[in-house]
């Protein structure tokens, strides 16, 4: 079965401790989820590729591969774990878009390309590798990112951190860019269970056509590592609600 993700307009992206937890998540949002696996996490692409696969049959290959809080210095392993086992979405910097697309293994992979936001509206720093990370930041119109993630072959704008909803009316300002660009939009960090319903409502009314919250942290019980199952329902509770 194709996951949900690729249809859904409004998608969950949450972590998984294991696959027990990974597939009680899966089934609490009746499958409206990806789950997050991060490539820090490995230690080769050999043992990444293993436990993707495992986790991948046990939620119908809804998998998200990602960096882990953004980290540059992933952005290689990420593209060399895409090129061996196919994944359903996949999160890179902005300056490897074009390279994993054209190695994943998965030509059909929703590609993400993360830009950072600024102090100015309007504008977003895509200076997100490995190299450009350590240089100034490299600010630029929204519209601009948007048409550039296009050409790479990426199919969406990733705004990390978001750290809650400490850049509102930034964050407005893209959701608006992305909704008249027709351009899906994933939110990233400091979400919780008290700002998601706005952030994900402020993406909506803006008509973007797809919505990506990563709810990472917030959520995770700090005793065992699990993603908390109460929280996810609860999510998904909203999720229907406004979606």
Do not use: W
Request: glycine share 8%.
């Amino acid at each position: 079965m194709e996951p949900y993700f690729y249809h859904d307009k409004l998608c969950l992206n949450v972590l998984a401790n294991h696959v027990e937890n990974a597939k009680e998540i899966y089934e609490a949002t009746e499958g409206h989820v990806i789950i997050g696996l991060l490539s820090s996490a490995y230690t080769s692409v050999e043992q990444a590729v293993h436990s993707i696969e495992t986790y991948a049959n046990a939620v119908e290959g809804a998998i998200s591969l990602g960096l882990g809080s953004g980290n540059p210095k992933q952005a290689e392993m990420v593209a060399h774990i895409s090129r061996e086992v196919e994944v359903a979405h996949i999160n890179q910097v902005f300056s490897a878009v074009g390279y994993t697309r054209c190695s994943t293994k998965n030509k059909s992979a929703f590609i993400n390309g993360l830009v950072k936001p600024t102090e100015e509206i309007g504008y977003v720093n895509i200076a997100t590798g490995p190299l450009s990370s350590e240089r100034e930041s490299a600010n630029i119109p929204i519209q601009t990112a948007i048409s550039l993630i296009k050409e790479m072959g990426g199919n969406s704008l990733k705004l990390f951190p978001l750290n809650g909803m400490q850049h509102r009316e930034h964050y407005k300002y893209i959701a608006e860019v992305c909704g008249k660009e027709q351009f899906a939009l994933e939110p990233t960090g400091g979400i919780d269970l008290h700002n998601f319903e706005e952030i994900v409502r402020i993406a909506l009314d803006a008509g973007v056509p797809k919505v990506i919250p990563h709810v990472y942290s917030s959520i995770i019980d700090k005793q065992t590592g699990d993603t908390r199952l109460e929280d996810v329902a609860q999510l998904y509770k909203i999720m229907k609600k406004v979606g």
